[in-house]
């Protein structure tokens, strides 16, 4: 199992605090069977430089090298204009592919200016954005019209499985991967009290509601976005990973 978007790396956010914090972290993905775990510390790019987050993530990295799951970095980036004065967005991605975890700053309303940005991370860096966590926006988690205008641009969709076991988001959220709106998943886990990685309970739900191919086809979506020969020259990415049945407009 791959788990797409985590807080492991310690003091680096408000995700783990300390070093035996991470591993027990990486210990408790490992009981649940994930082997991969993309590493997705926040970067605000009003708050300090790319230089430097770069740095104290390969410190945090280090940290934990002797983890069971195999740990890739990343990066969960806020959209702001300062992260438009970089001249190149990819050390932020997903190691060595060109996919990005970008999260927006309103959960409440959606702002259009949004799109604009996207539209430049795709057309002028060569990025592919995925957006996190889409359940914990209102706005997308009830229109369609925009998670397809997303998903046309070229972005992936990111579902915190904490959505599948809430009972407020839980129906909506199994309806969007049915309907094939969600193309990843991740627990974005930041500690083991209150947000815990919980994929395993996750998987249950899915395997229960939807059925085993739909669990599969979003690990092999998971797996296609963190192999390193699947970085793309074009941004298209709905073409690229192939097992996303495209959303008929
Ligand atoms: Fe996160």
Redesign the pocket.
Known sequence: MIDM?T?ILPGIDDGATTQEEAIMLTEYLHRQQVTQAVC?P?FYPMEGTMEDFLLSRSKAMEAVNHSKVHLIAGS?TYLHKYLFHYTDLRPLCIENTNYLLVEFPDMKVWNMEYMNELEEIIGYYNINPII??IDRYKPLMRSRKLLKELKLKGCLLQLNTSALSDSGTKRRALRLIEEGYVDLLGS?CHNLSYRPPNIKEARKIIFHKLGEDTWDRLMINAKKVIEPKNILESPKIIEAVTVIEPIKV
Request: net charge negative; glycine share 0%.
């Open positions: 978007h807080h997705t926040h969960e996190a966590h974005d």
